[in-house]
């Protein structure tokens, strides 16, 4: 029986009004040993944001009674929140194994195993959910997010489809079905849930993967509103504050040199960290100081490690809370916070909302707007993100004086022949490496418009899915091209294997909405053309500014009839295609591309410019 000491306690507690509840609760325990009273406390400690405590709090509830199922299921709630995933498991393994009858149980349990990355456990966790309730729509909707990830496309949108059944009205069940239709190139479901995606992301009723939204719509007004509405929830997830206390409050640092900080989960074996090390490595270290802040796992990569030195100083942050990473920033005195993540997977907003930094800006992991108030810039340039689109954003758009993609020195590779890579000896090869998720129903068609004109050609695409690739020549076998025309490429074990294999392809083919952008930067690098089509949002324009960038900008075509016109062109007049590719491997220094040391030196001086705003600059 509650005290009534207790009992006002939680009536304050449901009100908010955590600290007068928080000072009954301990009021309350002084006369009661009570494990009810400190899980309730532990609440309010975590409500006040004293996340330490709580977990201390439920310790000592689980001391007074170890079977309490309770303490042990909120307790690894905030583990997890708190990114402390192999305790948080623990704490679910605890919880089942006193009351396996409970489904939400398992459900939670899957969420962790799904974040440590292991799927065919979660997947086990979620079934055993659904045999205890089959009519749970969260655990229909996290099994079709799980096997979404799992690249298991077909199942996924079963999955998906259950939830709705069961709860029509499910927030981001939706946006798994999108994005499980997008992957697994199901066209004609894509084309029915476009406008139905539409209307309910502007209503505000749906949310949708920022990135699929990228894909699905060249729609910049939409994908401000996707990426608003997918910050809301990873605040919420996060159990951010809604305006936590700044940490930084207008100090001006003067330090010799200017503390760069760059955080992200992709500073390993990723493209981003592939495309940004050439930054890091070509930084003023006379005037620039630098940090990495690694929120991912080590991956034990080469790349890792070439990343992790090319930093001044270089931080392994991944387990830290949202909080605690913010004030790691804040101690470090660093001057300009760049986001490195954007609204991708392992993205860490809280730690922004904390305000750490004098200067905070966001580049190159997201192609859009982060919907955060408490994002500074957005490192852009006049082609991906021309300012009459600042209404769009909702930080300041900030442009680079050419591209905004990270410059490079083009590698030097060894020959290949064709054979080498299963393509045929002769013929013409069209080539497009993005990701097949981007590949759209009109690209498509267009595409085998051009196998039909010229003859002998064959389309290389990359192959990350056996499902997906026989899905592809029905695909093409159903618009009367043999399928055998499609020729798919395999991962390949190095980077410079892959960019190797570029040299046997003669035309590399863009997508849209969403362009290429590292497969175009990896094109390019090759000396191979690339023909773009440019459209409306940042996504739709990134293989654009690389093409400028590397002075290709008449590959740039603004409609689909262009876009089809050029490229068979192009296949039909060799000695123009031979001139373009030497223009490629000609001097790189002539092209802002190929020019990394000054690409640095433009960032730089965009750095300074953020300070010189805030006064942090003497």
């Given amino acids: 029986m509650l005290s009534d000491l207790h009992r006002r306690g939680i009536e304050l507690h449901k009100l908010g009004r955590f600290s007068e509840a928080l000072a009954l609760y301990e009021e309350a325990l002084i006369t009661r040993r009570s494990t009810e009273l400190h899980c309730d406390r532990a609440l309010a400690l975590w409500e006040l944001g004293r996340s330490e405590e709580a977990i201390e709090a439920y310790d000592t ?31 679910y393994d605890r919880a089942v194994s006193l009351r396996a009858d409970l489904p939400f149980l398992w459900n939670n349990r899957a969420g962790v195993l799904q974040a440590m990355g292991r799927y065919i456990e979660s997947l086990q966790s979620l079934d055993q959910a659904l045999k205890l309730d089959a009519n749970n729509a969260r655990a229909h909707y996290n099994r079709g997010a799980l096997l979404l990830l799992m690249e298991r496309y077909d199942e996924a949108i079963a999955a998906v489809e259950d939830a709705l059944r069961l709860n029509p009205n499910h927030p981001e069940a939706l946006g798994v079905l999108a994005s499980a239709a997008l992957k697994s190139c199901n066209w004609s479901l894509v084309a029915e849930l476009a406008p139905l995606i ?33 910050l809301a929830i990873d605040l919420a997830t996060a159990h951010a504050p809604t305006h936590p206390k700044p940490l930084w409050h207008g100090e001006a640092y003067y330090h010799k040199r200017i503390r760069v900080a760059y955080m992200s989960s992709d500073l390993r074996e990723h493209p981003v960290g592939a495309n940004a090390l050439s930054l890091f490595k070509n930084h003023d270290r006379r005037r620039f100081e630098t940090v990495g802040l690694f929120t991912g796992q080590d991956d034990g990569s080469v790349l890792h ?62 192609s859009g707007t982060m919907g955060a108030e408490f994002i500074d810039y957005v490192i852009a340039d006049a082609v991906v993100a ?108 190095t980077l410079e294997d892959h960019l190797a294999r570029h040299q046997a392809a003669d035309l590399f083919l863009d997508t849209f909405p969403y362009n290429g952008h590292t497969t175009t930067a990896d094109a390019l690098a090759a000396g191979r053309p690339v023909v773009t089509m440019k459209g409306i949002g940042f996504a739709s324009r990134v293989a654009a500014s690389l093409l400028r960038s590397a002075g290709l900008a008449d590959l740039i075509t603004e409609t689909l009839r262009d876009y089809e016109e050029l490229a068979s062109t192009l296949a039909r007049d060799l000695d123009r295609l031979t001139m373009l590719r030497k223009q490629l491997i000609a001097p790189h220094q002539n092209a802002p591309l190929f020019a990394p040391s000054k690409f640095a030196r433009d960032i730089e001086a965009a750095y300074i410019g953020m300070l010189e705003k805030v006064g942090q600059l003497g």
């Fill in 198 to 230: 539409k209307t309910e992301t502007m209503a505000g009723r749906v949310v949708l993967s920022p990135l699929m939204v990228l894909n699905c719509s060249d729609d910049p007004a939409l994908q401000r509103k996707s990426a608003e509405l997918n």
């Fill in 386 to 493: 021309p300012l009459d689109h600042q209404k769009f954003f909702s930080e300041r758009i900030l442009h680079l004086p050419n591209s905004y993609w990270p410059a490079f020195t083009p590698p030097s590779l060894r020959a290949i022949d064709r054979d080498q890579v299963g393509l045929p000896a002769s013929g013409f090869v069209f080539a497009c490496f993005n990701n097949p998720w981007k590949i759209g129903a009109s690209q498509f068609d267009a595409w085998m418009r051009l196998l039909h004109v010229v003859p002998h050609s064959v389309l290389w695409l990359r192959n990350d899915n056996e499902a997906l690739t026989r899905k592809l020549r029905r695909e093409a076998n159903s618009r009367g091209i043999d399928p055998l025309r499609l020729v798919f490429a395999p991962r390949t074990g």
């Fill in 61 to 91: 509830a689980i001391a007074i009674s170890p079977a309490s199922v309770t303490a042990h299921y909120n307790r690894a709630v905030m583990l997890y929140r708190l990114h402390r995933l192999p305790d948080a498991l623990a704490g």
């Fill in 305 to 366: 490690q070439r990343i992790a030195k090319a930093f001044d100083h270089f931080h392994y942050v991944a387990d830290s809370s949202d909080e605690a990473i913010a004030r790691q920033i804040r101690e470090m005195e660093v001057d300009v916070l760049i986001d490195l993540n954007g609204q991708t997977h392992g993205w860490r907003p809280a730690v922004y909302a904390y305000r750490p930094a004098p200067v905070i800006a966001t580049w190159l992991g997201f």
